[in-house]
């Protein structure tokens, strides 16, 4: 793996955490970026600590914690922190910490840190909206945002008291894909991506449905990575348990025969077309309108099951030469051969340029955050990655051939 890749793949960042009771969400900040594969330090300040104490940092970030800007001197920390860093993290930013990182101040171990770093700044502030709104404050945010920091939120919402206003932090989800995003080449800039999520659901009746244990974890793991290259990106979702990237466009679309109609009318503004989703191949020929009682219905019942719409064939069948599809195939044969080879008969058939084959069982694949995928192309050569979903998408997409 090139050093490029490494940084992008497991990043060097450091967590700077401010005091401010947005402290105790920056610990779940510190977790999503652990989990996407982030080397995490975390340097609190001396009021964080106040908040959010140091063992803590020690066990969510798996690394010592020093807020000291006299541990370590031997290494010559204060500055080594920085230099070595390929991303940094300011979350929450106060209005003291934004003033004193905005004036160059060297006063601790953070400050020190961030003035010795090249790497990517990125702010999150929380406060209360009228010290957000403070000029003081403004003008402090955008001379920072001029020397290239990316400021995220703060979002709109109920804060601390009973007051509502602009100055929650964001989302940490939200913070961690802004943040390692700026670390990702924008290979995807200027195109549209439409990706289908998550397990379709077919009603029996109002109360009840056949459905899967798909997630959503892989086709959201797959639109956060095209965000992060620059793409504009469509989500259509059906039932899903992940987190939606806000950046994203969202359309709703619960049963196979709604995904279908979705996705056929966004196809042609898209340029590459990923279903990610579990689609449901039976549907109950008519749902019922009342919920059905199990009375009268003897000791056994068999709904009347008809196929849904295949949409990845139908797409196969509509998409231009200039398009990309990919679709996905789960497949369970325990013989790897037999599973390729199922997989490349499914990439011809369905007029698929990619096929990206999952081995999946009860343990594995559905609803786990690691996976181990098979790139299936038109070129004998077939490609795998395993790892978090996280860097299987970005490596999937990376790894998608030209169009
Ligand atoms: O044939 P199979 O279900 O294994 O193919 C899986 C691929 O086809 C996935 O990309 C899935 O999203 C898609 N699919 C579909 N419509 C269906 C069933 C599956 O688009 N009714």
């Keep these: 793996m090139s050093s ?19 402290a105790y969400k920056a610990v779940s900040l510190v977790r999503e970026l652990v989990l996407r594969g982030a080397h995490v330090t ?17 066990a969510i970030s798996r690394n010592p914690v020093t807020a000291d800007l006299f541990d370590g001197v031997a290494e010559v920390r204060h500055v080594a922190l920085g230099q070595q860093a390929d991303l940094i993290i300011l979350a929450p930013a106060t209005a003291h910490t934004l003033a004193s990182v905005a004036g160059g101040f060297a006063g601790d171990l ?16 929380a406060m209360h ?14 001379l920072l945002r001029g020397r290239g920091a990316l400021i995220v939120g703060p979002e709109s919402g109920a804060l601390t008291g009973d007051d509502r206003g602009p100055g929650r932090m964001s989302e940490p989800a939200d913070i961690a894909d802004v943040a390692l995003g700026a670390l990702v080449p924008k290979t995807l800039r200027g195109k549209r991506v439409l990706i289908s999520v998550g397990g379709t659901r077919e009603y029996l009746d109002p109360v009840r449905f056949i459905g899967n244990r798909s997630s959503g974890e892989m086709g959201t793991s797959l639109a956060r990575a095209a965000l992060a ?16 990237p806000s950046g994203a466009r969202a359309v709703s679309a619960p049963t196979a025969q709604e995904m279908h109609d979705v996705m056929m009318a966004e196809q042609s503004s898209h340029d590459i077309v990923i279903m990610a989703a579990a ?5 109950v020929r008519e749902p019922s309108e009342d919920k059905i009682s199990k009375a009268g219905q003897g ?8 196929r849904t719409p295949d949409i990845l064939r139908e797409l196969g069948e509509h998409k231009t030469p200039s398009q990309l599809l990919v679709g996905f195939a789960a497949e369970t044969d325990a013989d790897e051969k037999v599973r390729e080879q199922s997989a490349r008969t499914k990439r011809e058939t369905k007029g698929a340029d990619v ?19 098979t790139l299936i192309s038109a070129s004998p050569q077939s490609l795998s990655f395993e790892g978090s979903k996280t860097s299987v998408a970005g490596r999937l997409l990376d790894a998608l051939p030209e169009h």
């Design 279 to 283: 689609v449901a191949d039976w549907r």
């Design 110 to 125: 953070l400050g020190t840190t961030i003035l010795a770093s090249s790497a990517p700044l990125v702010i999150a502030p």
């Design 355 to 373: 096929i990206v084959l999952n081995q999946v069982g009860r343990k594995i694949g559905f609803g786990t955050l690691d996976t181990a995928v």
């Design 229 to 244: 290259r620059g793409a504009e990106v469509t989500i259509v979702h059906a039932h899903f348990e992940a987190s939606l």
């Design 299 to 306: 000791d056994s019942w068999s709904p009347d099951l008809v």
């Design 42 to 58: 975390v340097i609190p300040t001396a009021s964080a600590l106040k908040f959010v104490g140091m063992p803590t940092w020690e």
């Design 129 to 142: 909206t009228e010290m957000w709104e403070n000029p003081a404050v403004r003008a402090n945010v955008e």
């Design 4 to 22: 490029h890749e490494e940084s992008v793949l497991s990043p060097r960042v450091v967590v700077g955490v401010s005091g401010g009771i947005a």
